[in-house]
């Protein structure tokens, strides 16, 4: 394989990924290496990736261009801690472990932010428009508004616990890339006492915890419903809006058509207003209707909301242990314990295989140590994409699923092509019509067609990178048990060839103490593991369907009912009252007419009937019908509000006791996170230790006090184990 043309490749791909603003992921970029004899999606991805970046003097542009799959997360970052710990590089090991703890932490602290601004009732402030408040628009247009902003918060929510998802995912593995570096160094220390003691010393493989087992919650199914939700709330608020428009434009033809239509302009006004008025409460209470339905979406908003708040402090849980316990507890026992197996135990252990022939098996043995090493790290790698490439196959297959409808719908109306002999019968037009129904039909469908054609191309090849991993896996788990078997022969092979003097395993008892318990102390933090609460994802309970109950509304009814009564019969009686009104001002006419007769002053009647303000029954009873309409609008307003804070009050209550009922969750992180605070105050007095040791006894005490439990042999212990009575379980 020539190196440089394949990373050359590389750099050209990256470019390529730079210009159109996007990423590759390790297996597509596994596909375009196949040239280069590259077999498929492996770890080995990683390290050219990393190799081609440092080629190029750490080009941000190959940095940036590839990602893991599972997590979105730049190769070259996570290859980064690999090269540190190949080349035991100390310094670069703890820096590269804060900077993912710092990440972890700032997106941990950024969805708390996101989680607050969903859950507090923040008064959004929205501007209707002037146009919006003349037809009576304003209020739907601020809950269309307000409904969008709930919205945007909410995706930044989603987005944010996808984000801290990926970073804790990001630390548990680079923990683990420490761990296996920790578990390397027991077992070579391991081989080596049991070639010096035999089976009197029993090693224990750790118990490697799965942190790839960690649940997440489908917040993406989550925003899913919320958006579908959303969409509803949206479209009622547009066709509400279009009805409101359509309304006010009929009010106003009725209102300018009364106005016209009597004679006292007075009266006519009065039309025009009352009209305008019933318009407007109308507007008002079917408003109010859907500002309960923009409850119940801030409702469901506030669900999610505590549901990711609580399992948000698992994380911080999370994080709380990794960064104030187990990772600086592995790092400073990976940095120091070397020093602590002193030289002069070394020298005495290599001394033990200076013959040829032995000195071949332990280099033999150490091959197979990194093999093993390696092995594992694939068998995890393998595992995680198998894992993940089944979520994306089922996930594929749901939006396939979901789109079913709409492909078939589509394929069913595409045009059918008239034949030649059809299209030459109607001169040509035939074709024109189909090319024409073709363009339409391609402009309302092709993007579901693509999308759907898109997911089955997808599936199809995520299937078989998901074999091609299931295969890799098979035979490397098949290749690891055969590792094991020649590595236990090679054991064997050299516990019969070496020759421990009783002087060496008296000398080497002198250490006994020490390495046992710094070996006991590397199991201990290799077996670093989570409780079962903080590996679970909180699953949502239930929030029962928020109503107001009916003997409420039964109540609202009866009060808006009675208060209906009252309005148009207080209507009526300023009616009646009007009438008898018109009929005095109508006799004292007649008076007036007839005194004007009898003084025969004919210019007087005249002026007399001109100044008189026209207004007969017809128009009282115009007025009294539309006062009535209008009555019947604010009666309705007042159930649509009555309702709407009786929905209120209602929701204030039931969230209130979710959350009431999340909250046992939430005290049980915090005492998990009480419980992190006393061992990192202990931990951090060790590390202090290790810090200010002034010498190889100190820096051992210090380094054994990192152990959460009794780990030292005692002298009756080391007496029974040199008499061949007891033996000793590292």
């Known amino acids: 394989m020539d190196t440089k043309k394949l990373y ?47 080629y190029y003097k750490e080009s941000p542009v190959i940095r940036d261009a590839f990602v893991e799959m599972s997590s979105n997360v730049p190769i070259v970052s996570t290859y980064k801690l690999h090269s540190a710990l190949g080349q035991a590089n100390y310094d670069g090991v703890k820096t590269l472990m804060q900077q993912t703890l710092d990440k972890t932490a700032q997106s ?68 683990v890339y420490l761990r296996d570096e920790i578990v390397s160094i027991y077992r070579n220390y391991a081989a080596q006492l049991i070639d010096i003691f035999g089976d009197s010393i029993k090693s224990v493989e750790p118990e490697l915890f799965d942190f790839d087992a960690i649940e997440w919650m489908n917040v993406q199914g989550m925003l899913k419903n919320t958006q579908l ?31 016209r239509s009597v004679n006292n302009k007075g009266v006519g006004l009065a039309l025009v207003g009352l009209n305008l008025l019933s318009h407007y409460t109308n ?59 002193n030289q002069e135990f070394k020298n005495l252990i290599d001394s033990l295989y200076d013959t040829p022939e032995l000195k071949k098996l332990k280099e033999e043995r150490n091959v197979l140590f990194d093999n093993y090493k390696q092995f594992e790290n694939l068998v995890v790698d393998h595992q995680m994409n198998i894992d993940n490439y089944k979520t994306i196959i089922e996930d594929n297959k749901q939006l396939v699923k979901n789109l079913q409808d709409d492909y078939q719908c589509a394929m069913s109306s595409k045009p059918s092509k008239p034949s030649a002999f059809i299209n030459f019968l109607t001169f040509g037009s035939k ?42 896996l098979k035979e490397i788990e098949n290749d690891y048990l055969s590792k094991k078997d020649e590595l236990q022969a090679l054991n064997t092979q050299i516990r019969q060839a070496i020759s421990a003097s009783k002087e ?74 009007g009438m008898e009104t018109l009929e005095q001002m109508q006799n004292s006419k007649d008076e007036r007419n007839q005194m004007a007769i009898d003084t025969s002053n004919a210019q007087d009647i005249v002026k007399s009937q001109s100044n008189e303000v026209s207004i007969d029954k017809l128009d009282i009873a115009q007025v009294n019908a539309e006062a009535i309409q209008t009555v019947a609008g604010i009666a309705n307003l007042f159930e649509s509000y009555s309702n709407l804070l009786a929905m209120k009050q209602q929701s204030a209550i039931a969230l209130e006791q979710y959350d009431a009922n999340m909250k046992s969750l939430q005290d049980q992180f915090k005492q998990i996170t009480n419980g992190v605070d006393d061992k990192a105050t202990l931990l951090r007095n060790s590390l202090k230790n290790i810090n200010l040791a002034k010498d190889a006894k100190q820096l051992k005490n210090a380094l054994l006090s990192l152990s959460d439990g009794d780990i030292n042999l005692s002298e009756d212990d080391i007496d029974n184990f040199l008499n061949g009575n007891k033996n000793i379980v590292l």
């Open 504 to 577: 060496v395993k008296i000398k080497v008892s002198e250490s006994l103490t020490d390495i046992v318990g710094l070996l006991r102390l590397a199991r201990e933090i290799a077996n670093t593991r989570l409780s079962d609460l903080q590996m679970k994802a909180i699953k949502a309970p239930d929030l029962h369907e928020i109503t107001v109950p009916e003997s409420v509304k039964n109540g609202i009814s009866a009060l808006t009912s009675v208060l209906k009564v009252g309005l148009e019969t207080a209507v009526d009686n300023v009616s009646t009252v």
């Open 431 to 472: 074709g024109k019509s189909f090319s024409r129904d073709m363009f339409e039909w391609q402009q309302q469908f092709k993007p579901t067609i693509e999308k759907y054609q898109n997911l089955q191309v997808d599936i199809k090849l995520y299937q078989e990178d998901l074999e091609s991993h299931q295969k890799a």
């Open 229 to 259: 939700e959303y969409s509803r709330l949206s479209e009622s608020c547009t066709n509400l809006m279009a009805s409101i428009s359509e309304n006010f434009n009929v009010a106003l033809q009725k209102a300018a058509g009364q106005y």
């Open 108 to 175: 941990l602290t950024t969805l708390d932010n996101h989680i607050f601004e969903n859950m507090t009732e923040q008064a959004v402030k929205v501007a209707a428009g002037m146009m919006n408040v003349v037809t009576g628009n304003s209020a739907v247009v601020k809950i269309q508004k307000e409904a969008n902003v709930l919205f945007v918060r909410y995706t930044g929510m989603v987005n944010g616990y996808e984000v801290a998802k990926n970073e804790i995912e990001t630390l548990t593995k680079n923990f």
């Open 283 to 341: 507007s008002m209470a079917n408003a109010a209707n859907l500002k309960i339905d923009l409850q119940k979406f801030k409702n469901n908003i506030h669900k999610d909301g505590t549901v990711i708040k609580t399992d948000l402090m698992r994380l911080m849980s999370i994080y709380k242990v990794m960064n104030d316990v187990n990772i600086p507890r592995a790092n400073a026992f990976y940095r120091f314990c070397e020093k602590v197996l």
């Open 8 to 54: 050359q490749k590389i750099k050209k791909i990256a470019e390529e990924q730079q210009r159109d603003s996007s990423v590759m992921s390790r297996a597509d970029l596994a596909y375009e290496l196949k040239q280069f004899g590259i077999q498929g999606d492996s770890l080995e991805i990683n390290k050219l990736v990393y190799d081609a970046y440092v």
